[in-house]
């Protein structure tokens, strides 16, 4: 058995770490590229989001390369991704391909629904599944922590790149630890490294924040690096989301630093209900970030979209209200990178301009 | 008082209910009536790029409502069974209506989640009678009469008729049919006269039945749809899932026409789900998807439909010829 698992962003670090720990055989897909896209998009269903489709170009890749078993997730709605596992095994057996398929559904639809498949690939019992969750969870936050240390300092650095490089040099330290102690040792040394990036603190940014449906923010293939692109550029950036909130057991987000029941309550002037991925999310830290003095947000998601294409629907209202710029970006295998790139530009000339227009106020 | 109700989305499902618990609450219930080319472009115009083409057909109702009453009812549809979801879209109506640029009266807009069970439900029907009277008791039998004219709604559905029948006060056609066509879909694709292109007109013109998933009992339908190894967590595609492999299973039609429209999010992920299970079990009931949209042009609509029929015509003379 070879097991492997979809690309998203730094997802490949935690499973890699999770399966290792439980003696699971695994590769990891090919980094997720324009080949990988194209396989998707050939045969997933026409008007599916893009994630579904590059899953399954992910998934293609890897079995064209020796994987034989599909790791993916599950979910109970009423966004499209809790069917995904079950659509892809669909697709790829049309396409030819024999495959096991384990799916994991979430915790809260019954903790022994959850730990079943695990325990028939892993052979463990359910307390050495528990202690591989409980030792590997703070490694992943690790990896996130780092993540968000570099997003939030990319801006001040001396030299363009330099950030980044030690980014990775940093994951590649928090990689290698195993024991909780070495995991705690490798985040610290991880956070000096990305410290000692000679930096200007003082230097005046505009600040804007990241929201939108997690997948198309997490994964800088399909956002087109915007994180870097704008730390290049002087932009002090901050995430709304990070693969430990997504996928984590507590509603705290402790990584990006807000509650669920916070974001509910923000939201619900502008949305009443929950509407299934990341809808009310995308609302809310759009409020917060206008509450904090940022200058605008960019908001990310995959056209189709249901959830984030009804709070695209309704922000109109909440830049009105707070006097907040907003850019929204709907992704597919389409988006070209010079469009993006052109309205980002214009985005933050007028970002610039309006902060001038309050400082001459 | 004077309540805006839009004639779209799930109003082809349950508006004998509300409009009769209206009624009889003293309000007077003004429709925006069928979807015309007015209504449409200027839903289009409104809504959001990416929206669906039901939801912007939806607006288009909303705004010719926006200056001719004193509220609009919008109920947020969560949940109408305990195991599933209504589509996101649903859940974020009310919401998207408030966020429209344009002018609107207030908005009533019950929330209406199974999933919380009755109790829940009863104590939101309440708590919308409220808005007209104090008294209880006629709220309860208002909301009575509401459930009995849905029922004969649907028990005359049920019979034959379609709710386009209906609400032109028509019988559907009797007398021999020369094929049987499952038409599939969402009501508000199926049974709005200008998106699907008088769909159903033009079918029975061409000497077919047509059958739709309103017209099986829900029982069935949620028994064929159930054989899936993952439940749907949407309702309304259950349905639709349903009557599909129901009418697939049972060979109870020559062919099956499903109108999806784009891009909708569910139905996306069904059309090939459908595809896959019928391929998969062998079925030799032809299906034809398609696709509806705002910029939808006629000739190629009906380009499509003729060579179905045509087809199953065909099939069928070969299959009698076979069989003598």
């Known amino acids: ?361 | 008082m004077r309540i805006g109700y839009p004639q779209a989305l799930l109003y082809y499902k349950y508006f004998p209910l509300w409009e009769t618990f209206f009624q009889r609450l003293g309000a007077e219930v003004v429709f925006s009536g069928p979807t015309n080319k007015q209504i449409l472009s200027a839903g289009a115009l409104e809504a959001e790029n990416e929206l669906c083409l039901p939801v912007k057909v939806f607006y288009g109702h909303l705004l010719s409502l926006a200056d001719k009453v004193d509220t609009i009812f919008i109920p947020r549809f969560v949940s109408v069974e305990k195991s599933a979801y209504t589509c996101p879209k649903f859940l974020g109506l009310p919401d998207m209506a408030r966020a429209a640029d344009v002018e609107l009266p207030p908005i009533i807009d019950p929330t209406i989640n199974w999933k919380l069970g009755w109790r829940q439900y009863a104590k939101t029907v309440l708590e919308l009678g409220k808005e007209f009277t104090g008294n209880r008791v006629k709220i309860a039998a208002a909301y009575q009469a509401g459930v009995k004219a849905l029922q004969t709604y649907q028990e005359r559905i049920r019979a034959g008729a379609t709710p386009v029948d209906i609400l032109e006060g028509k019988e559907p056609p009797r007398g021999a049919a020369t094929l049987k066509i499952g038409l599939a879909g969402h009501p508000y694709n199926i049974y709005d006269r200008h998106t699907s292109m008088n769909l159903i007109k033009r079918l029975r013109e061409m000497g077919a039945e047509v059958l739709t998933g309103e017209m099986l009992p829900f029982d069935v339908i949620e028994k064929e749809a159930d054989t899936l190894p993952k439940q749907i967590f949407w309702t309304y595609e259950r349905e639709v899932v349903g009557s599909v492999f129901h009418w697939s299973r049972n060979h109870s039609v020559d062919g099956i026409i499903y109108v999806l429209a784009f891009p909708c999010g569910p139905d996306s992920l069904i059309q090939t789900l459908m595809e896959h299970e019928m391929r998969r079990e062998g079925s030799t009931v032809p299906m034809m998807s398609l696709v509806i949209d705002e910029h939808s042009a006629e000739a190629g609509f009906l380009t499509r439909i003729e060579a179905f029929v045509d087809m199953l015509v065909r099939k069928k003379k070969l299959n009698a010829r076979v069989t003598h």
Not at chain 1, 22 to 46: S, V
Not at chain 1, 202 to 207: A, C, F, L
Not at chain 1, 239 to 255: E, L
Not at chain 1, 295 to 317: E, L, N, S, Y
């Open chain 1, 1 to 361: 058995m070879l097991m492997t698992f979809p690309q998203m962003g730094n997802l490949e670090y935690l499973l890699a770490d999770i399966l290792e720990r439980l003696d699971i055989d695994y590769m990891a897909p090919p980094r997720t590229t324009a080949k990988t896209m194209a396989l998707g998009t050939k045969h997933a269903p026409e008007f599916s989001c893009l994630p579904l489709k590059l899953n399954i170009g992910n998934f293609i890749e890897a079995m064209d390369a020796g994987a034989d078993t599909l790791l993916m997730a599950g979910g109970k709605g009423p966004c499209r991704f809790g069917y995904y596992a079950e659509l892809e095994e669909r697709v790829l057996r049309d396409a030819g391909y024999d495959f096991d398929m384990l799916t994991i559904e979430p915790p809260t639809l019954g903790i022994a629904k959850f730990l079943k498949p695990i325990k028939r690939v892993s052979g463990k019992s359910t307390r050495q599944i528990w202690r591989v969750l409980r030792e590997g969870f703070p490694k992943a936050r690790g990896f996130d922590h780092l993540e968000k240390m570099a997003l939030e300092r990319r801006c001040f650095e001396l030299t363009i790149g330099d950030t980044t490089k030690a980014l990775k040099q940093a994951r590649s330290g928090l990689a290698r630890a195993k024991t909780p102690k070495e995991v705690g040792d490798a985040i610290e040394a991880g956070v000096d490294i990305i410290d000692s990036v000679p930096h200007d603190a003082d230097r005046p940014v505009i600040k804007v924040g990241l929201v939108g449906e997690f997948y198309i923010i997490l994964e800088p293939f399909v956002n087109f690096d915007i994180e870097e692109w704008l730390g290049h550029r002087g932009v002090y950036v901050s995430r709304s989301v990070y693969v430990t909130d997504w996928i984590g057991p507590s509603t705290k987000n402790p990584v990006a630093g807000t509650s669920d029941s916070a974001l509910i309550d923000l939201a619900a002037p502008y949305l009443g209900h929950f509407v299934g991925g990341e809808g009310t999310a995308s609302v809310a830290h759009a409020i917060l970030y206008a509450q904090e003095g940022f200058d605008g947000i960019v908001h990310m998601f995959p056209f189709t979209c249901m959830p984030d294409t009804i709070a695209k629907a309704v922000m109109p209202r909440v830049s009105r209200d707070y006097d907040f710029p907003m850019i929204h970006f709907t992704i597919d295998e389409q988006t070209g990178k010079a469009g993006v790139v052109t309205r980002l530009e214009a985005f933050l000339d007028l970002l610039v301009s309006k902060r001038r227009a309050r400082q001459y106020a």
